[in-house]
């Protein structure tokens, strides 16, 4: 508005603002005295917070590019020049007719204006009409020209961060899909999947180029970068937006030369190893205040590449046996149910596998690494325990159920993974069951967002959360005094489905639980490295994000890492080793705590009911871990 | 340059328990997934590259049955221009030189500049890519772990020997050459892949088409036979050290300065 009067009073000296020309003229005009001063306090502290202080976070690794510190400088006082002309062209018309003897409304006290008008207090009139004529024309040019060139300079994101979030996805949960509006079926007809050149990046994903504000706040946040992998979200918009102007260029003609993604031989702005470094947490997006969004760019990126038959080796192996196995292990379909089989289990719980002739309400969801690793196939031995105990009518698919799928779209395999979802999903409706639980994250990520037409899924821990307060499951107290427990969200359980408090609160029912809280916590969780596929990958890094996710909790006084997530169980206890915290650490899953923990003590007719309920459910009294036995 | 590929389909070690079956003379086949032999898709992926250089095509040929059509599929996936299947009920239980017997008429009914193999089959014994050469009266090397096309009459290439060496050699087209893996990085073959080329025709030729006697492959010609499949026996196990963590990395140091691990 007052660049708008302004540009008039260049033709009409005596124009005033419509409205403005009662009381509220003077009281507008302290507002903007003031705004301009404090504009230009703000600029001046902006220049020396970039020349001087030089936050960490703004440097700029020699491998991501330079700096844009020129350019910031240059808009900060293209700015603090609009507001001086400004606040001078007000002064001298406001010294002007005081020198006269005139009474004029007088200008806010200790503003920019007020100074400059009392330094001007001797100056003569002759003086004051060419300061005034001056003082106007370069606050005229300054404007327009910072308006013609805000769209080529960094500042351009305060104008698309405002589309940029009101076009904003709304289902951030799910994944972008191949292409928006070519349904499943249709898919086959799309010439080439993912990202491969810059413009097959979506308008949303290029205005999110435009509108970061190169805070650093996702870098900062993002642990692939914390531990020195070549992989930085804020780098990954920054070169994108240079590669714009380089490519799209207002002088000389487009440059089509520079690949997106650089390989052996060819330079690109990206490296594969950058994009294979995601581990898809979200601290990124959960941190940007514009609402860039990362992830749906990284699995484009990898439906490109893998497209292109660019994979990396070590995912080969994996995403072949999932094709030809269903699992990433290459292990036989008949031995997934081997964790529920081992006799001395089955005395104690017997897991059902869900076929024709025995149904069952729930489903247990195991998915690969907990029916096939070792170490894992605790948590779904604990997992069915408290199924079992609850009383739930559960069962498994056993040899039907395949991997979910949810790190092979995440890897960018879409093909694959409509593959194991379709199967997955005739599975499950052929088991005719009502509910869903898992005590995988993943798994359960995958069957809430990424399939359709399933039973409603719930997480473990939510379905214990439930009965702990329904009061059907009751801890005893923890055995050893001196354990100090921290609790590690696992992306996909907190960040990525807002579970944050049912585990929490499962753990603080147990007695005598001594609960700390690392100060990477809830939607600020540190990602541990990573699950599915990524563990397979064989990234280029400094340090291993699971040592620095243990050093945090040991920093926060733990020695015990509860966690949800079979894959946080394995990168933890790993970390655990490698960071030589043996002895002084350890690590369990929170099924398989509250398995230990239950007491099995059930009032009689309880007991009796859930058999009537459930004929082929054994309950057993007494602690049922089998890990402990065999530990 | 036109190139051919033969390949073949194993059972995958990676992906299978391999047992006996109860008879013993065989491996239990039920339950097996099947792949590409491994080395034979790194000579396609190498044969893809050459021709990426130099230009020409890329046919892969196989001597199997239908269910082999598979790999056929997966070549093509990967960028091959041709896949053919080569299948007789004739051919069935050749050994190694029937195998290289068939190749051979069908090598020569094309005009082929290279012809590479695997290094061998996960389930054969490096035999028919030395015999095919013999048949052909090509030039023949074997673990090939570098090509470079020198003009259009030779080839330079490198082939590991012994210790971890390499020794380069010019050697003359058309020629054979068995492809070590570890050559290149093969490409990754996705499901969708596989669907584009799903109803690309695959030729087949039987022992008619090439001009093979039925007495010169197939079970009656072959001259190895197997005998007896057989597991051997579990060895020792390992040795485990039971000291503090510096008595061990010594003895482990020790122990390996032993084998002449350390210099």
């Given amino acids: 508005m007052r660049a708008f009067s302004v540009l008039i009073v260049g033709v009409s000296p005596n124009f005033v603002m419509p409205g403005l020309s009662g009381s509220a003229g003077p009281i507008y005009n302290i507002i903007t005295d003031y705004a301009a001063t404090i504009v230009f306090l703000c600029m001046v502290i902006a220049v020396i917070r970039r020349l001087v202080f030089k936050p960490a976070r703004y440097a700029v690794p020699a491998k991501y590019g330079k700096a844009h510190t020129a350019d910031a400088i240059f808009l900060l006082s293209l700015i603090a020049i609009l507001m001086v002309a400004d606040s001078l062209f007000a002064a001298a018309r406001a010294a002007a007719p005081l020198q006269a003897g005139h009474l004029v409304d007088p200008l806010a006290a200790f503003s920019l204006p007020w100074m400059l008008q009392k330094a001007l207090a001797s100056t003569s009139v002759a003086t004051l009409g060419t300061i005034y004529f001056a003082a106007y024309l370069l606050h005229e040019l300054t404007f327009y020209f910072l308006l013609c060139y805000r769209p080529f300079g960094i500042q351009f994101h305060v104008e698309t961060s405002l589309f940029n979030i009101y076009f904003a996805k709304l289902d951030r949960e799910i994944l972008k899909p191949v292409r928006y509006g070519v349904s499943d079926e249709h898919l086959d007809q799309v010439k080439s999947f993912g990202v491969k050149t810059f413009e097959d990046f979506t308008w949303k994903h290029m205005l999110d180029f435009y509108s970061c504000a190169d805070c650093g706040r996702c870098s900062d946040n993002c642990p692939a970068n914390a531990v020195g992998r070549p992989l930085s979200p804020r780098f990954l918009t920054i070169k994108a937006r240079d590669y714009s102007f380089q490519h799209y260029s207002i002088l000389g003609s487009v440059n089509n030369g520079t690949a997106l993604i650089g390989g052996k031989d060819s330079p690109g702005i990206y490296s594969e190893d950058e994009i294979w470094s995601c581990t898809t947490c979200g601290a990124c997006e959960a941190e940007c205040p514009l609402l860039v969004e990362y992830i749906d760019k990284i699995v484009d990126l990898r439906r490109g590449m893998i497209d292109d038959g660019n994979v990396p080796q070590s995912l080969q192996k994996p995403l072949k046996a999932l094709e030809s196995r269903g699992n990433p292990y290459g292990k036989m379909e008949k031995k997934k149910a081997d964790w529920a089989n081992a006799k001395e289990f089955q005395q104690v719980c017997r897991v059902k596998t869900l076929d024709k002739n025995n149904g069952a309400d729930t489903l247990y969801f195991v998915d690969s690494i907990t029916s096939y690793d070792d170490r894992m196939q605790s948590i779904g031995r604990a997992t069915a325990n408290i199924l079992n105990h609850v009383g739930e009518n559960f069962g498994i698919l056993g040899a039907a159920e395949r991997d979910s799928g949810h790190e092979v779209r995440r890897f960018g395999e879409e093909t694959l993974f409509m593959a194991l979802r379709d199967h997955n999903v005739d599975a499950i409706q052929a088991s005719g069951v009502q509910r869903i639980v898992t005590a995988d994250p993943h798994a359960y990520n995958a069957l809430k967002h990424d399939y359709k037409d399933v039973p409603p899924v719930e997480h473990i821990s939510q379905l214990i959360a439930r009965e702990v307060k329904a009061g059907k499951i009751k801890f005893n107290p923890i055995p050893n005094e001196n354990s100090v427990y921290a609790y590690h969200d696992p992306c996909y359980l907190g960040r990525h489905n807002q579970i944050y408090d049912d585990p929490r609160d499962v753990l603080d029912a147990i007695p005598g639980m001594n609960r700390v809280e690392m100060t990477r916590s809830r939607d600020r969780s540190f990602c541990c490295g990573g699950g599915g596929l990524m563990l397979f990958y064989e990234p280029k890094e400094d340090q291993r994000m699971g040592v620095k996710r243990v050093e945090m909790a040991a920093e926060a006084g733990a020695n015990v890492m509860v966690t949800a997530c079979p894959f946080c169980m394995v990168n933890i206890e790993d970390a655990i080793k490698v960071a030589g915290l043996e002895g002084k650490m350890t690590a369990i899953d929170l099924a398989e705590l509250v398995d230990q923990q239950i007491a099995r003590e059930a009032p009689e007719d309880d007991l009796k009911q859930i058999k009537t309920e459930n004929n082929s459910v054994e309950v057993e009294r007494g602690n049922s871990s089998l890990r402990k036995k065999s530990a | ?263």
């Fill in chain 2, 1 to 263: 340059m036109e190139i051919l590929v033969c390949a073949r389909r194993v059972p995958d070690t990676s992906e299978n328990e391999i047992q006996l079956n109860r008879a013993g003379n065989d491996i239990e086949r039920d339950e097996l997934v099947y792949s590409i032999n491994e080395p034979d898709n790194y000579a396609v992926e190498e044969a893809l590259q050459i021709v990426a250089r130099t230009g020409g095509t890329v046919t892969v040929a196989t001597v199997g049955g239908e269910d082999d059509e598979e790999i056929l599929r997966r070549e093509m996936a990967m960028g091959a221009n041709q896949g053919v299947l080569i299948t007789d009920d004739a051919f069935s239980g050749s050994d190694g030189r029937g195998i290289a017997t068939i190749l051979k008429s069908f090598v020569e009914r094309g005009h082929y500049d290279l012809v590479l193999t695997g290094v061998q089959a996960e389930d054969g014994g490096a035999r028919v890519g030395g015999m095919l050469a013999a048949l052909l009266d090509y030039p023949f090397a074997s673990l090939v772990t570098s090509i470079e096309v020198l003009d259009g009459q030779k080839l330079k290439i490198a082939r590991e020997i012994e210790g971890g060496n390499k020794e380069i050699s010019e050697i003359d087209l058309p020629c054979v050459l068995s492809i070590q893996t570890g050559i290149n990085e093969p490409r990754y073959v996705g499901m969708r892949g596989i669907r584009q080329v799903a109803s690309v025709p695959i030729p087949t030729f039987g022992a008619s088409d090439l001009g093979i006697g039925a007495c010169a492959v197939g079970e009656a010609a072959a001259k190895v036979k197997r005998v007896d499949y057989f597991v051997p026996a579990l060895g020792k196990g390992a040795e485990i050290l039971r000291g503090t963590r510096e008595e061990n990395i010594d003895k482990v140091l020790e122990l390996v300065a032993a084998k002449g691990g350390l210099k």
